[in-house]
């Protein structure tokens, strides 16, 4: 059954379609000046000398690896509560992922996690803006410098999002947006890297072109690869689409900023759900709504609470299954978990059992996403209000 509301959707329109259809109908489909265009305006959004777009936020993450040089000999910290691609690029690459718990406010990397995880094979920290709240980036870079770290930003929720004055994008040493349908921004599939570092930029345009490098003082056909890449080119027609959603993006963000306001108002003074919020000197773009519900309080199993809200027709979603609950990096690393699949049906009398990333378990185990997307209509916000409030007092 299709469900009434979903967590979250793209908004396409005639201007978007106008575009596209006139990039189809023009030269060049894929390697031509659209995508130029599109990375010269997304640097210039975000702040950055240079941008790469790619097939992919998931591309995105690999060629930024290969960027910061990561070798198999090395480790990446990385948080356990984010989407498996987070952690994926470092395995691309043939190294380690060391998994950090989370801030249980935020589901941000917390930092003092990052201080004990840190060895001499460490090369790069990946922090992920989870819901668009940026990370307390200023205590990561500071922890970067002093041990020589590159900073991996996966903002793929938090493109527009602003940390104290400055736009995500501008903070790490290497940053990727995803423009996958329910991100900020749309190509279909897509992604970018941005950076401010030039030979960042370079690695960034071999991996995505096979590894190779154009040598035309030898002549004017010649090239060579210098590099193992990959072909992870991203078509003109779909930096068509991205251009022209770039130009919606303060529309789209003030919307669902609106949104977040409104099930803020109405969620906040409810006993026993928590809602998220935003840290002083943060402006985020929300690209999740995570609601928490205090299960022992509620006397509801986190089962229940997720069909409840199906059946009414809202498709929430859950974010995330903690990487460390995966079977192959539990295969591969050892990695435990505590929280067992059959406490989702069991109604809890106390708190999760303590194991090495409780707060990421315990977010877990209480986050549902409801829905937030720039199209949702005030009748289909209140309905939401409605019947979360119902789920509460029921
Ligand atoms: C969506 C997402 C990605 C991957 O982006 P794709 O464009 O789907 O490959 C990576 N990290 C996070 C946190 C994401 O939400």
Redesign the pocket.
Known sequence: MKPLIPYSKQWIDNSDIKYITKILRSDWITQGPTIEKFEKTIAKYVGTKYAVAVS??????HAACFAAEIKPSNEVIVPTL??A??ANCVLYLGAKPVLVDIDYETGNIDVNEIRKKITKRTKAIIA?D?AGHPADWDKIKKVAKSHNLVTID?A??ALGSQYHGQKIGSIADLT?F???P??TITTG???MVVTNNKNYYERLLRFRHHGIIKKTKIGGWFYEMVDLGYNLRMTDIQAALGISQLGKIDKFIKKRRAIVKKYNKNFQDLPNIKVPKEKKGSICAW?LYPARFNLQKLGKTKKQIYDFLKSKGLGVQV??IPIHFHPYYQKHFGYKRSLQPSSFDKLRTTGPKKGDFNNAEKFYEEEISLPLFPSLKKTEIDYVVKTVKNLIRS
């Not at 992919?56 to 993450?61: E, K, P, Q, R």
Request: proline residues 0%.
């Open positions: 992919s936020g998931t591309a995105a993450l984010t989407f691609a987070s992920v989870f996966d793929a929720h990727i995803s423009f996958h329910v991100k599939e897509g992604g690209h974010h995330y």
